[in-house]
């Protein structure tokens, strides 16, 4: 030990760090839940909060903490609290947590010196007491506490705790707090808040300990928190104004676009924002490139206005549209107006340090926190609302919907995630890109956030109608049979009972030609040189990365290499997005097309790109994903070959589109099931056109409800994956009640996490959960030089073939450049049949250098020798895996 604090002295840095959070950091959204327990007044909210934060380590008065520390447990000895040595020794020592002993201590002190209810407020305070180590107890931690009193102890020990908690309630009359009870949320709230507190109180850097030598002696807690405040120089919440300008002024302004003018969705979704008698949940299904984003943070902007919300939080399905989100969203929060000063904001996925728009926030926002002389409207990246359990607290994130999916697992420090929920706007995009079971953890957090009251948007190209009330329903504890109808398109839905509002889409209707292909590469390439005869941009959507491999490799030698770009999700995180800006830069808005060009894609072209195309060729999808694929045909103004101004769609994918049925090929059916592609291939087998944005909605409505469609002589089939279908879903849903959190209806924090998944900010964890285990195996990826050393990839640009250590930490800049070599691994070797070979044979590649490096560290390794490939084997099961910088990584087995 070196240094130490006397207990009393946290205690009073803790409750004056509280009460300064309130004062300066916690939105009002999150002190009116809370309000709304304590009479609606917002300074009992205070008062409470600082009582618990002046008590939350109450609990370490006790031998089984003391004797932790033979020095101090001496010392204190010296002074008559004595604690056998032995106990240190015993085996339930470490069971019997401080945060435990504190929770009995509380319980016990307000129901039996202040009389307040044993089951009701007294155990409601103390469990939040018991919680502050980010996990609740559970009854039988509880019991353990009482049945060995020796650790918790007795006498004298149990004097100095009630010496601790007289002292906080001098603060506090209680005899008005007798018919008080707090809610779920507002306990799981106040717990979160109490963490915060302590964190920062804990920080040795902003509060500082005396040397091991010194004895106690008075502190200054004003001054202490005054340097520790200004040290730590947290932005406050965003403190948005209800904008005093109609839809198309504030349009203009806030995207800088002074002549453009506002959608009609864009519109209608600031009134909606308006006229909603409470802040509440707004859905917005509109057409793909009619302004959704835009429309959901205007409509934010209100509704932060009217609730207090302190920030906004946008979720996106992946990585990649979550980075191509966030340049959005920042040019957005450098047109609002901050009268509170400068804002937090964060990139909330696995890869955040990767991008370099975040980065150079991080950087700024790293200076920002030692300069004096800072712009007071900055938008920074502050260091200590970085991380994966802090960064959620920032007032502005945007990150993957796993971020969101978390509110809903039982996980550690659970409460921190729900306190940077509750005081945000929630805003999550493609909500129809989530599957059955990572629909069941968002249908619970849609349970949470109504009763936080956080506002919510809501957005999707379009939404099956019992879906739409499913999500309403899980927001407002009721159901809404009005909005379970057709309901016209485009149309935006809100909660608290408002009707829902069908807005023109804007624009003209457009004419997509759809040809139907037989499923061979000669096909294929007979029908693009036709339709490109006279130059153009096509793109080619396969449901597999083998299938465009396959696709990609023919067309190569048919229009060369130079004509072809692949893009899908098995390439190095740095590739892909070096891939990613090229598209961008040749087929986004302003992109600089070539004469001839032809893009092979994977899914992530449907969500991840604005980008553009001539021309496109798909594999039979679902309904939904079909239409979002036909999003990126003839998206932008621009002029095109004569021969392709009529938009064009090749529908392929399928064994014989004369079949009864229609079945797709067995990689999409892997993929996707029967059920959904058989009902989409009911709707366009004998198609000749689709009409956007006018089909959207029927269609969709169509494929998802469930009336019988196509032939009589497809019905059987129809009917058994249908049943199929639904067993899948009924097992998928019950899969996910296993960590799922329970509602906000229930009574107590006590074992609120039980049985759950421990950390969830633990990337493999936590994404296993919430997207039922289908992530693949990440890996880091170098290579074996010539002469057998360790180097970066010597492909790319940056950083590529330099020599790795071994045995020494990785430098921050190179660890930077492998971290960003990561790649994810076909479900060919992630499946459960061979993942736990596969991951043996990675773990023999075993570098003491990586665990050195935070960044690297516990990552799994592929190393690729100089002709970049490698060879997985472990027992029986062996794969050879080769990696080529335009194709992504190929495997066999070996």
């Known amino acids: 030990m070196t240094h130490w604090l006397p207990l009393h002295q946290h205690l009073d840095d803790t409750g004056a760090v509280a009460r300064r959070l309130l004062e300066s950091w916690v939105p009002r959204q999150v002190l009116d839940t809370v309000a709304r327990d304590v009479r609606g007044d917002l300074d009992e909210v205070r008062v409470l909060l600082e009582w618990l934060t002046r008590v939350h380590d109450v609990g370490k008065a006790s031998p089984a903490f003391a004797v932790q520390v033979p020095a101090l447990a001496d010392r204190m000895r010296g002074s008559g609290l004595s604690a056998s040595p032995l106990l240190a020794h015993d085996r339930q020592r470490s069971a019997v947590t401080h945060a435990l002993v504190g929770h009995v201590a509380v319980r016990e002190w307000l129901a039996g010196r202040h009389g307040l209810p044993r089951r009701g407020l007294a155990a409601q305070l103390a469990v939040i007491v018991g919680s502050h180590h980010g996990v609740p107890p559970e009854e039988r931690q509880l019991q353990l506490v009482r049945q060995r009193p020796e650790l918790a102890g007795t006498g004298v020990w149990k004097r100095a705790r009630e010496h601790f908690l007289e002292r906080a309630d001098a603060t506090i009359d209680w005899a008005r707090w007798r018919d008080v009870q707090l809610s779920l949320p507002s306990q799981v709230l106040l717990t979160g808040l109490v963490i915060v507190a302590d964190w920062i109180a804990s920080n040795t850097d902003l509060f500082p300990l005396l040397a091991a030598h010194e004895p106690p002696r008075p502190m200054d807690t004003a001054a202490r928190l005054e340097h520790a405040w200004q040290q730590l120089d947290l932005p406050g919440p965003w403190s948005a104004e209800l904008p005093g300008v109609d839809a198309e002024v504030l349009f203009g302004q806030r995207f800088a676009h002074p002549n453009a003018r506002a959608r009609p969705v864009q519109v209608a979704a600031v009134e909606l924002a308006r006229r909603q008698e409470r802040p509440g949940l707004l859905i917005i299904e509109a057409p793909m490139g009619n302004g959704k984003t835009e429309a959901a943070l205007l409509a934010a902007e209100v509704l932060a206005a009217r609730s207090g919300a302190g920030g906004c939080f946008v979720a996106l399905p992946t990585q990649a549209t979550t980075d191509a989100m966030f340049s959005r969203v920042h040019t957005w929060l450098e047109h609002l107006p901050r009268p509170g000063g400068e804002v937090s904001v964060t990139l909330a996925h696995g890869k955040a340090s990767l991008n370099e728009e975040f980065a150079g926030l991080v950087r700024a926002g790293y200076f920002a926190s030692v300069d004096e002389e800072q712009d007071s409207g900055a938008i920074v990246a502050h260091q200590w609302l970085r991380g994966r359990k802090k960064g959620v ?502």
């Not at 092979?600 to 969500?607: F, G, L, P, R, T």
Request: a negative charge; proline letters at 5%; one cysteine or more.
């Open 393 to 894: 607290l920032a007032s502005f994130v945007v990150g993957t919907i796993d971020q969101i999916l978390f509110a809903g697992l039982k996980s550690k420090h659970l409460m921190l995630r729900h306190l940077g929920l509750a005081g945000k706007v929630v805003i999550i995009d493609e909500v129809h890109a989530y599957d059955v079971f990572m629909s069941q953890y968002l249908l619970r957090v849609l349970e949470w956030l109504g009763a936080y009251r956080v506002p919510v948007v809501l957005l999707s190209a379009t939404l099956p109608a019992a879906r739409r009330a499913q999500l309403l329903a899980s927001y407002d504890g009721q159901a809404n049979p009005a909005v379970a109808a057709e309901l016209g398109y485009p149309v935006l839905v809100s909660s608290g009972g408002l009707a829902p509002v069908t807005v023109p889409a804007g624009g003209e209707d457009s004419t997509v030609v759809l040809n139907h292909l037989a499923d061979d590469l000669d096909t294929l390439v007979a029908y693009l040189r036709v339709r490109l005869a006279q130059g153009g941009c096509a793109v080619v959507v396969r449901n597999t990365v083998t299938r465009v491999q396959e696709t990609a490799q023919r067309l190569e030698e048919e229009f060369g290499a130079g004509q072809v770009t692949i893009n899908h999700s098995r390439f190095l995180a740095c590739d892909r997005a070096r891939i990613d800006q090229s598209l961008l830069r040749q087929f986004g808005p302003r992109g600089q097309r070539p004469g001839l060009h032809i893009v092979v894609a994977s899914q992530v072209v449907e969500q991840s790109l604005d980008v553009d195309f001539d021309l496109m060729v798909t594999d039979l999808a679902p309904m939904d994903l079909v239409l979002q694929r036909l999003g990126r045909l003839h998206r932008h103004l621009r002029d095109r070959p004569d021969p392709l101004r009529q938009a064009r769609c090749a529908l392929v994918g399928v064994g014989d589109w004369d079949a009864a049925p229609v079945q797709a090929v067995a990689g999409s059916r892997r993929v996707y099931g029967d059920h959904t592609l058989l009902r989409a291939a009911a709707l366009l087998a004998g198609r000749a056109e689709v009409v956007l944005p006018r089909d959207i909605s029927p269609l969709v409505q169509q494929a998802y409800g469930e009336q019988p469609l196509g032939p009589v002589t497809w019905q059987e089939h129809m009917q058994a994956a249908e049943h199929q279908a639904a067993a899948a879903e009924s097992r998928r849903t019950a899969a996910a009640g296993d960590f799922r959190l329970g509602p906000p209806t229930d009574r107590s924090l006590v074992s609120w996490v039980a049985a759950g998944v421990g950390d969830a900010d633990d990337d493999h964890t936590g994404l296993a959960q919430v997207r039922d285990g289908a992530e693949s195996l990440e890996v880091l990826v170098v290579q074996r030089d010539s002469a057998g050393g360790l180097v970066t990839p010597e492909w790319i640009a940056r950083g590529g073939g330099e020599p790795v250590p071994v045995d020494l930490a990785v430098p921050a800049r190179q660890a930077a450049v492998i971290a960003a070599c990561s790649l994810r691994l076909p479900l060919a070797l992630s499946h459960p049949g061979v993942i736990a070979a596969v991951t043996l044979a990675l773990e023999t590649n075993y570098f003491t250098s990586f665990q050195l490096t935070p960044l690297l560290k516990g990552q799994l390794v592929l190393v690729l020798d100089e002709n970049r490939k490698a060879v997985l084997r472990h027992g029986e099961i062996a794969f050879t895996l080769t990696y080529d910088p335009r194709r992504g990584l190929i495997h066999e087995r070996a």
